[in-house]
């Protein structure tokens, strides 16, 4: 099969396609023909070395695929022909830029049926990040005041349409250019948080989704009681503690693979919920031109590999 990998840490030249072995099939597994795969910024950091999750090289970096059941081992959860999304083995090597996925069928759900393989690729880390955080971790609800930072990045626009799926109010930071987008998204406040100090204007926050490491200042628009969640900063305890002695709670995520909440997600994509946005698709070869977009820090949605 092909599959993209790494010999050493670099710039997005390191980034190959190569001849490889097609994933063994264990007990429970089910081996996915993969056909589309999105790039996260973790798979920049990992591919650069700046987070060396996987350790020294060589490997293939990639996570969220979308693709079609080929082979189902005893006990599987899928049968054969069944379409499937996820990012499995997370925070472990994957190598989801790849024709072939073997996975612990658990880790991987039925794909929403209302969207194409490219849509549903852009959804697992994403989406599921946003999850864990907002409804696992905070357990938001109808009502709910939730400030929501980076809107219109790959996390930030699905966190801020399942906080709008369980009825929360939405208040939703990005630059200007990006306002009626995010508002598209069903925020009910946009502010721009290049020109305005949203301290001075928000307070009684119940949930604050923190993904640009802003916790502290985000700390003092939350409602006593009310919920820090941080993707950034994991729980180093500093953040944590100040956020407890100022009578508030604090929730760190580092997402991992659940097909429970995928179900959930997929149910709420095909009532029209959610829908990703795709910012540019690319085929595998281009993976490196894929990881440069994703460096920018610019792009509004998802990038995704597909595999033909
Ligand atoms: N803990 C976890 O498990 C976990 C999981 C997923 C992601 N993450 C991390 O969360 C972060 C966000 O991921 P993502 O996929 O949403 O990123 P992304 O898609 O690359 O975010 C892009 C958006 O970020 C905004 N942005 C750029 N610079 C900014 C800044 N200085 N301040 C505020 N917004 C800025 C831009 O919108 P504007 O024009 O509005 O600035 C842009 O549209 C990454 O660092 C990622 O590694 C952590």
């Known amino acids: 099969m092909r599959a993209v990998v790494q010999k050493s840490f670099g710039g997005p030249e390191v980034l190959e396609v190569v001849e490889t072995e097609k994933p063994e099939l264990l007990s429970g597994e089910v081996l996915v023909r993969v056909k589309a795969s999105a790039v996260n910024p973790v798979d920049v950091a990992v591919r650069s070395g700046a987070f060396p999750l996987l350790g020294q090289p060589p490997f293939g970096v990639g996570w969220d695929i979308s693709g079609v059941v080929e082979a189902a081992g005893p006990g599987a959860r899928y049968e054969v022909g069944e379409e499937v999304y996820g990012m499995p083995f997370f925070p472990r090597a994957a190598t ?3 024709e072939y996925v073997a996975t612990p069928s658990r880790q991987v759900a039925r794909k929403p049926k209302s969207l194409s393989h490219v849509e549903a690729a852009a959804l697992p880390l994403a989406a599921l990040t946003a999850w864990q955080g907002l409804v696992d971790k905070a ?3 109808a009502g709910d005041r939730v400030l929501i930072h980076r809107a219109a990045g790959g996390v930030g626009h699905l966190a801020v349409q399942i906080a709008k799926a369980r009825g929360a109010y939405v208040i939703a930071l990005a630059s200007e250019g990006k306002h009626d987008y995010v508002k598209g998204l069903g925020a009910d406040e946009v502010i721009d948080y290049r020109t305005t100090d949203f301290t ?27 919920v820090l969640v ?5 729980p180093s305890g500093e953040l944590e503690q100040t956020v407890k002695e100022a009578g508030r709670r604090f929730a760190g995520v580092s997402v991992e693979p659940d097909y429970w909440a995928l179900e959930q997600i997929a149910e709420l994509v095909d009532a029209g919920k959610i829908r990703p946005t795709i910012a540019e698709t690319l085929p595998l070869e281009d993976a490196g031109k894929a990881h440069e977009i994703v460096a ?5 949605g998802k990038v995704v590999l597909t595999v033909e």
């Open 139 to 141: 357990g938001v609800k």
């Open 296 to 300: 920018s820090g610019q792009t509004v």
């Open 230 to 234: 941080t993707i950034l900063e994991h």
């Open 200 to 226: 001075e204007d928000v307070k009684d926050v119940d949930i604050v989704f923190d993904s640009v490491a802003d916790g502290v200042r985000s700390l003092s628009v939350l409602k006593p009681g009310g």
């Open 96 to 98: 989801g830029y790849a």
